[in-house]
């Protein structure tokens, strides 16, 4: 039950992750998201069958340290957006801050009211926490495909097109090396940033 309730959790994080995208890309200018039915929580119009559900599912049963998902990218055209410099930059906040919100709200409960993080509704919540800090946290590593790249780019002078172009074809072995050499690290952060706003410390 625990482990349904962990993927529902990352499930409805990453889709409020997406339709954030979309949300700011919409308020810029940009109506694709809009139009292809994407601003909305409705899972079935996110769902990735093996980011959403296969990918989180084996990770849990094979008990790994990482824990991850996707939903299916928001559709976005920066040719739309009335702020040509920084709109991308702003897109691509708009995800992990949501997340971000989203744990420090229920971080906030569980300090408010001083809920136990290791039963009833303060383990709920802490999990809710803890994934939307891995999802913040992890995508703001300036790595493509991650938002972190797109923030990276948006601050590139134009004539590091180099590091870009090579970011972008390499990204993904660089990301899968991460992954399995520095998530220790990223865990820290985020078990760091946990104790920060809830007062007490947990990790998945």
Excluded: C
Aim: hydrophobic fraction near 55%; charged fraction near 10%; glycine fraction near 6%.
């Amino acid at each position: 039950m625990e482990y349904v309730f962990i993927i529902l959790v990352l499930l409805f994080s990453v889709i409020i992750h997406e339709v954030a995208h979309g949300t700011v890309a919409y308020y810029l200018g940009d109506p694709t998201a809009k139009y292809a039915g994407r601003l909305s929580l409705n899972p079935l119009k996110h769902l990735d069958p093996i980011g959403s559900l296969l990918l989180p599912l084996l990770l849990i049963v094979i008990r790994s340290p990482i824990l991850f998902g996707y939903a299916k990218p928001v559709p976005i055209n920066p040719y739309n957006f009335r702020d040509r410099k920084y709109g991308t930059l702003k897109v691509a906040l708009a995800g992990p801050a949501s997340n971000f919100s989203i744990a420090v709200f229920f971080g906030i409960l569980i300090r408010v009211f001083s809920l136990p993080i290791n039963s009833g509704l303060g383990l709920m919540f802490s999990f809710i926490v803890w994934i939307n800090l891995l999802l913040a946290v992890f995508n703001l590593v300036p790595i493509p495909p991650l938002d972190g790249s797109h923030i990276l780019f948006a601050i590139l002078p134009d004539s590091m097109w180099e590091l870009k172009t090579a970011l972008r074809q390499f990204g993904i072995f660089i990301l899968f090396f991460i992954i399995f050499f520095f998530y220790p690290w990223i865990a820290l952060i985020i078990r760091w940033l946990f104790l920060i706003i809830t007062g007490s410390s947990f990790s998945i």
